[in-house]
Each structure stands twice: as C-alpha cells, then as structure tokens.
Nanobody, 121 residues
Framework: QVQLVESGGGLVQAGGSLRLSCTASGTFFSINAMGWYRQAPGKQRELVST???????NNADSVKGRFTISRDNAKNTVYLQMNSLKPEDTAVYYC???????????????WGKGTLVTVSS
C-alpha cells in the first residue's frame, strides 16, 4: 500500500509564498514522475507542475515563473515552492506519484488527499 501525504497549505495574502511538501510512504520499488495538481471550487482538477525521477520538470503556463517543483528522491518527497501567489491560485492542491509496487510490475498513479491553499486579496 502506498500513501501520499501533503503538508504546507494554509492562508496567505496575495503576493506571499507557501511551500508544499508531499511524502510517499509504504512498500514500493520505485517512484517515477511526481507532481502537483489543483482543484478550485467549481472547476476541474488541473495540472500545476510535474517532475520526473531525473529532474525534468513541466509547469502550467499559469504558474511559470512563480512556482518551482523539486524533489528529494532519498526522502521520496516532492516540493512545490509557490511565490507571488494570486487569489486565483486558491485551490486544494493534490500530490500525485507514479509508483511501482511489490505486487504491481507497472507504474500506477497514486494521489494524496490534498491540502488547501487560500490566497486572500
């Protein structure tokens, strides 16, 4: 069983910063891509940033230049540094990871339960 636990969300004023963390735990062989998605009230979940095991990143246009994704493979942890936050960044942020487990030879996607980020104007 694989668990992803996010932390670091909260309330911040526009222009402020937050750092999200997500750690994978459980029994597994390896983690490939990790990423962050978000879902604002009344909207569909959307990609924010992803990072491969080798460090290649992909970011949504709406966060380029403001958000930075990174990971610590030794800690099975992915981070999202969010700067210059805007009210439209308000959403529940979900962590995702492609994980190869003991019982499943292919990489399967796992999700955390989410952490709320609220940006006030």
């Amino acid at each position: 069983q694989v668990q992803l636990v996010e932390s670091g969300g909260g309330l911040v004023q526009a222009g402020g910063s937050l750092r999200l963390s997500c750690t994978a735990s459980g029994t597994f062989f390896s983690i490939n891509a990790m990423g962050w998605y978000r879902q604002a009230p009344g909207k569909q979940r959307e990609l924010v940033s992803t990072i491969t095991s080798s460090g290649s990143t992909n970011n949504a246009d709406s966060v380029k230049g403001r958000f930075t994704i990174s990971r610590d493979n030794a800690k099975n942890t992915v981070y999202l540094q969010m700067n210059s936050l805007k009210p439209e960044d308000t959403a529940v942020y979900y962590c995702s990871a492609a994980v190869q487990t003991v019982t499943t030879p292919i990489y399967m996607n796992y999700w955390g339960k989410g952490t709320l980020v609220t940006v006030s104007s």
